[in-house]
């Protein structure tokens, strides 16, 4: 019984890992290739990357999954069940209690708290500026999830696809950009430090609609089980400032075009998972 | 399928919209003007209108290593009659430190003058003026006599008075009278071995108020005074008369004596004593004060009693050694003062956001304490440091030298002092005339804002000088002393650069652009008209 569910478990994912994502290579390849510079591509492999894991981690979970699953054809589990959800993942650390409205509507209430910092060295026109980066996206967020395909006998049975939005009560990135060389003017010179600092501020703060999909319900035990979710945040393009300090100017040309470079800066991926707490699981 | 692949090409690409460098066109510029925010800028012009060519410049004093000049650098000159001197912007003033140096002014033929200046917190820019003199030719509130005298066995062999000329409308002179056998020694204290003297004494006449900007250190203000006790001061003078005694013998400069000397300096019998609050009587008593130009040091050398002889008041005393000589009323605190006593506010509403070069005067019983020029601004400041306790005068000038307001202070012993003073709208007043000056730089795409910068300015076809026009902040300026579709010559100094713009039409063109500009900077956005300039000049700034 058990080789035959992994049989059954290989014809199922594989040709959906194999066509789909082959396919999905050959698309992305050549939507990427004539637009995109080559830092992305590390993104795009990440991404890739963690499609695949996921999908690994699916198939190891699914397959315990499919042996209930199987045994109980007849007795569809419910994918929604009350519980409380810790997630960690691209909107960081959060939680979520859900409350299911019927066998195919669920919804989350939750929050998120995402703490960023970064630092590396940039060039501006030729000249080398350190650069410090704190960014804080912090939300409390309603989401519904469908489960249109409750029937279903394989893999979509535990799909769900999600609508919603989010309070950003924080969402900023603040960059700090200081030239590491020193600079003179006539025989004065002026270390970094002195020179100054270009700060650029961005803000993202208020509503957010949100679109995703996932997989809920991957069973761990009796009362845990796992969601993976991939969806993303639109918001409304960011205000920004661009100051200097102490030596650096100031200049509202400079911060005009700031704001045109991040116009398009609007998207915050969401790919999490979630651990599942269900507080209403009773032993049969 | 095609749904589960539409699903995951969808969730991935989203993520890849943001692509735009956020950096793309920024650069990383430094902005010259937050460089040097503190400066002192001079007006150099010889007394008589003569070149100053020739004329050298060093500084000294305790801060002298945080100064530059507005390029940054040590080189300082006198460039299109300004010279102008910067801040280290990390030496900037604070409350408790001023910034103190002095200036020397130097040169073949010049009297050497040392000008004293102190820099304040929030006092970001002052411009005085400074007229040299020379040694032969003094100014006309000035009068000199230029003499040889033999000399036997080195020393004088009877006795010997020579006096200043009373010329140029003086009333007053200053007579030395050196008594027979004299002989001059040199700064070691050596008598100087020669045969001959030669005398330049220098008087001044105090009923001409020029003499005043003629005291040593431009002002009658000073922080390096030395009492009679050696204690360090910081004095107000209230001079009855200076004047300056030099001699040479053999070319060399003359520092003291073998024997006293007698020094007769006569009085204007209008000099007001605030000591007896009456003009000065025979008997009062007035200090003698001698200041050292190679220190810039004033020393109290001591009390000495007015006479009266054939009707004319005097005070004669003995030396020893010769400098510069000043006798009055001296008042004297203990040093270092480091707050302003003047912070004075200007409303001049009708201005709507314009300047007007002003000529400030602060007098004390009739003596001009310190004159100062100033680009006032509606709601300015002007902030006017080293002035002891006391009830002074200030009288404030306009083009043409009109009187456009005049009131009383009381200075006490306490820390500021903050008047607010209402400059009156004249009768007849010009437009509002927008002026916009950037550097348009050739290898550069854009235009820079300049640091600030004072403006000149004469009609095209005047014979005149360039007047001073107003201190230009951010590229952007406003006057009122322009009118409507004439023509003016421009000149802008800012360091050591120079550019004159010739034959600008003040004109009612692109007024909408003016008056945008006039209101973001604080100006009402009312032009008139309006004037736009590129200077030029892009060396590294």
Request: aromatic share 10%; proline share 4%.
């Given at each position: 019984?058990?080789?035959k569910?992994?049989?059954q478990t290989?014809?199922?994912?594989?040709?959906?890992f194999?066509?789909s994502?082959?396919?999905?290579?050959?698309?992305?390849?050549?939507?990427?290739?004539?637009r995109?510079?080559?830092?992305?591509?590390r993104?795009?492999v990440l991404?890739?990357?963690c499609h695949?894991?996921?999908?690994?981690?699916i198939?190891?979970?699914?397959a315990q999954?499919?042996?209930v699953f199987s045994?109980?054809?007849?007795?569809v589990?419910?994918?929604f069940?009350?519980s409380i959800?810790?997630?960690?993942?691209?909107?960081g650390?959060?939680?979520?209690?859900n409350i299911?409205?019927?066998?195919?509507?669920?919804?989350?209430f939750?929050?998120s708290?995402l703490?960023?910092k970064y630092?590396?060295v940039?060039?501006?026109g030729?000249?080398?500026?350190?650069?410090?980066?704190?960014a804080?996206?912090n939300?409390?967020?309603?989401?519904?999830?469908?489960?249109?395909?409750?029937?279903?006998a394989?893999?979509l049975?535990?799909?769900?696809?999600?609508?919603g939005?989010?309070y950003?009560?924080?969402a900023?990135?603040?960059?700090r950009?200081?030239?590491?060389?020193?600079y003179?003017?006539g025989e004065?010179t002026?270390s970094?430090?002195?020179v100054?600092e270009?700060q650029a501020?961005?803000?993202?703060e208020g509503?957010?609609?949100f679109?995703?999909?996932?997989?809920?319900s991957l069973k761990?035990?009796?009362?845990?089980n796992m969601?993976?979710?991939l969806?993303?945040?639109?918001f409304r393009?960011?205000s920004v400032s661009?100051?200097?300090?102490?030596?650096?100017?100031s200049?509202a040309?400079?911060e005009?075009q700031?704001?045109q470079?991040v116009?398009?800066?609007r998207?915050?991926?969401?790919?999490?998972?979630?651990?599942?707490?269900?507080?209403?699981f009773k032993k049969? | 399928?095609k749904i589960?692949?539409?699903l995951?090409?969808?969730?991935?690409?989203v993520?890849?919209?943001?692509?735009?460098?956020?950096?793309?066109?920024?650069?990383?510029?430094?902005?010259?003007?937050?460089?040097?925010?503190?400066?002192a800028v001079?007006?150099v012009?010889?007394?008589?209108g003569?070149?100053?060519e020739?004329?050298?410049v060093n500084?000294d004093?305790?801060?002298a290593?945080?100064i530059?000049d507005?390029?940054?650098?040590?080189?300082?000159?006198?460039?299109?009659?300004?010279?102008?001197f910067g801040?280290d912007p990390?030496s900037?003033?604070?409350?408790i430190n001023p910034?103190?140096?002095?200036?020397?002014?130097s040169g073949?033929?010049f009297?050497t003058e040392?000008?004293?200046v102190?820099i304040?917190e929030n006092q970001?820019q002052q411009?005085?003026?400074?007229?040299?003199?020379?040694?032969?030719?003094?100014?006309s509130?000035g009068n000199v006599?230029?003499?040889?005298y033999?000399?036997v066995?080195?020393a004088?062999?009877k006795?010997?008075?020579f006096s200043?000329?009373?010329s140029?409308g003086a009333?007053?002179r200053?007579s030395?009278t050196?008594?027979?056998g004299t002989?001059f020694?040199?700064?070691?204290g050596?008598?100087i071995?020669?045969?001959?003297?030669?005398?330049t004494?220098?008087?001044?006449?105090?009923a001409?108020?020029?003499?005043?900007?003629?005291?040593?250190g431009?002002?009658?203000?000073s922080?390096?005074?030395i009492?009679?006790?050696?204690?360090?001061?910081?004095?107000t003078?209230?001079?009855?008369?200076?004047g300056n005694?030099?001699m040479?013998v053999?070319g060399?400069?003359?520092?003291?004596?073998?024997l006293?000397?007698?020094?007769?300096m006569d009085i204007?019998?209008a000099?007001q004593?605030?000591?007896t609050?009456?003009?000065?009587r025979e008997?009062?008593?007035?200090?003698?004060?001698s200041?050292?130009t190679?220190?810039?040091?004033?020393?109290?050398?001591?009390?000495?009693?007015?006479?009266?002889i054939?009707g004319k008041?005097?005070?004669p005393?003995?030396t020893d050694?010769?400098t510069?000589?000043?006798?009055?009323?001296?008042?004297t605190?203990?040093?270092?003062?480091?707050?302003p006593?003047m912070?004075i506010?200007?409303l001049a509403?009708?201005?709507?956001?314009?300047?007007?070069p002003v000529?400030v005067?602060?007098k004390?019983s009739?003596?001009?304490i310190k004159k100062?020029?100033?680009?006032l601004k509606h709601?300015?400041?002007l902030?006017?440091?080293?002035v002891?306790?006391?009830?002074?005068?200030?009288e404030?000038?306009?083009?043409?030298?009109k009187?456009?307001?005049?009131?009383?202070?009381v200075?006490?012993?306490?820390n500021n002092v903050?008047i607010t003073?209402e400059?009156?709208s004249p009768a007849?007043v010009?437009p509002?005339?927008?002026?916009e000056?950037?550097l348009?730089?050739p290898?550069k795409?854009?235009?820079?804002?300049p640091?600030?910068?004072?403006l000149?300015?004469?009609e095209?076809?005047?014979t005149?000088?360039?007047q001073l026009l107003?201190l230009?902040s951010?590229?952007?300026?406003?006057?009122?002393l322009l009118?409507l579709?004439k023509?003016?010559?421009?000149?802008a100094v800012?360091?050591?650069?120079t550019k004159?713009?010739?034959n600008r039409?003040?004109?009612?063109?692109?007024?909408?652009i003016?008056?945008?500009?006039?209101?973001?900077?604080g100006?009402?956005?009312c032009?008139?008209?309006?004037?736009?300039?590129f200077l030029e000049?892009?060396?590294?700034l």
């Amino acid at each position: 019984m058990y080789h035959k569910s992994k049989k059954q478990t290989k014809d199922q994912i594989l040709p959906f890992f194999r066509d789909s994502d082959f396919l999905a290579g050959i698309r992305l390849r050549n939507f990427l290739s004539n637009r995109f510079r080559s830092g992305h591509w590390r993104l795009i492999v990440l991404i890739i990357l963690c499609h695949f894991c996921f999908l690994s981690g699916i198939n190891h979970a699914f397959a315990q999954d499919i042996d209930v699953f199987s045994e109980k054809k007849n007795n569809v589990q419910p994918l929604f069940t009350p519980s409380i959800a810790a997630h960690i993942g691209t909107q960081g650390l959060g939680i979520d209690l859900n409350i299911p409205a019927s066998e195919r509507l669920n919804f989350r209430f939750g929050g998120s708290f995402l703490p960023l910092k970064y630092a590396t060295v940039r060039n501006f026109g030729g000249e080398n500026a350190s650069m410090k980066m704190n960014a804080r996206f912090n939300n409390v967020h309603a989401i519904a999830d469908v489960h249109p395909f409750a029937r279903s006998a394989n893999l979509l049975s535990k799909m769900v696809f999600s609508a919603g939005a989010g309070y950003f009560y924080t969402a900023s990135g603040d960059f700090r950009f200081q030239p590491t060389g020193d600079y003179s003017y006539g025989e004065l010179t002026f270390s970094g430090p002195e020179v100054g600092e270009m700060q650029a501020k961005m803000n993202w703060e208020g509503f957010a609609p949100f679109a995703g999909l996932g997989l809920n319900s991957l069973k761990l035990n009796q009362r845990l089980n796992m969601d993976l979710g991939l969806g993303t945040y639109r918001f409304r393009s960011p205000s920004v400032s661009l100051i200097g300090t102490r030596l650096i100017s100031s200049s509202a040309t400079d911060e005009a075009q700031f704001q045109q470079n991040v116009s398009d800066y609007r998207w915050l991926p969401v790919l999490q998972f979630g651990l599942n707490y269900n507080f209403t699981f009773k032993k049969q | 399928m095609k749904i589960k692949f539409y699903l995951l090409f969808f969730s991935l690409s989203v993520l890849l919209l943001q692509c735009k460098n956020p950096l793309e066109k920024i650069q990383l510029d430094i902005d010259a003007s937050k460089i040097i925010t503190y400066s002192a800028v001079f007006e150099v012009v010889e007394a008589k209108g003569a070149s100053i060519e020739g004329l050298k410049v060093n500084i000294d004093g305790e801060d002298a290593d945080a100064i530059y000049d507005l390029g940054g650098t040590k080189n300082f000159a006198v460039h299109s009659g300004m010279l102008s001197f910067g801040v280290d912007p990390r030496s900037n003033p604070t409350e408790i430190n001023p910034v103190r140096f002095n200036v020397v002014l130097s040169g073949p033929g010049f009297i050497t003058e040392r000008i004293p200046v102190t820099i304040v917190e929030n006092q970001l820019q002052q411009l005085n003026q400074v007229a040299v003199m020379r040694e032969t030719n003094p100014p006309s509130s000035g009068n000199v006599i230029n003499s040889t005298y033999p000399l036997v066995s080195n020393a004088i062999a009877k006795e010997l008075t020579f006096s200043t000329p009373l010329s140029n409308g003086a009333t007053e002179r200053i007579s030395m009278t050196l008594p027979a056998g004299t002989q001059f020694k040199n700064a070691a204290g050596t008598v100087i071995q020669g045969s001959s003297l030669s005398v330049t004494v220098l008087s001044f006449n105090m009923a001409n108020e020029d003499s005043y900007s003629h005291f040593p250190g431009g002002s009658l203000v000073s922080e390096n005074v030395i009492g009679a006790a050696g204690e360090q001061l910081a004095a107000t003078f209230l001079p009855a008369a200076f004047g300056n005694i030099e001699m040479r013998v053999a070319g060399i400069e003359v520092k003291s004596f073998t024997l006293p000397v007698k020094v007769v300096m006569d009085i204007n019998a209008a000099y007001q004593n605030e000591l007896t609050a009456q003009a000065v009587r025979e008997g009062d008593k007035l200090a003698v004060y001698s200041h050292e130009t190679l220190t810039g040091i004033w020393k109290a050398e001591k009390q000495a009693a007015v006479t009266r002889i054939d009707g004319k008041f005097q005070l004669p005393f003995t030396t020893d050694h010769l400098t510069w000589y000043m006798t009055g009323v001296v008042f004297t605190a203990a040093r270092p003062k480091v707050k302003p006593n003047m912070e004075i506010t200007f409303l001049a509403p009708w201005l709507k956001g314009a300047d007007l070069p002003v000529t400030v005067k602060i007098k004390r019983s009739g003596c001009l304490i310190k004159k100062q020029l100033h680009a006032l601004k509606h709601n300015g400041k002007l902030i006017v440091n080293g002035v002891l306790p006391g009830t002074y005068t200030i009288e404030v000038f306009g083009k043409d030298g009109k009187l456009l307001y005049t009131g009383t202070v009381v200075v006490s012993a306490s820390n500021n002092v903050q008047i607010t003073f209402e400059i009156a709208s004249p009768a007849i007043v010009g437009p509002v005339v927008s002026m916009e000056l950037k550097l348009k730089c050739p290898d550069k795409g854009f235009l820079i804002t300049p640091p600030d910068f004072y403006l000149y300015y004469m009609e095209a076809n005047s014979t005149g000088s360039y007047q001073l026009l107003g201190l230009v902040s951010g590229g952007t300026f406003t006057t009122r002393l322009l009118d409507l579709n004439k023509t003016y010559h421009f000149k802008a100094v800012w360091g050591s650069r120079t550019k004159i713009v010739l034959n600008r039409k003040v004109s009612t063109e692109n007024l909408l652009i003016a008056n945008q500009n006039n209101a973001g900077k604080g100006g009402c956005g009312c032009a008139q008209a309006q004037i736009t300039m590129f200077l030029e000049e892009c060396a590294k700034l």
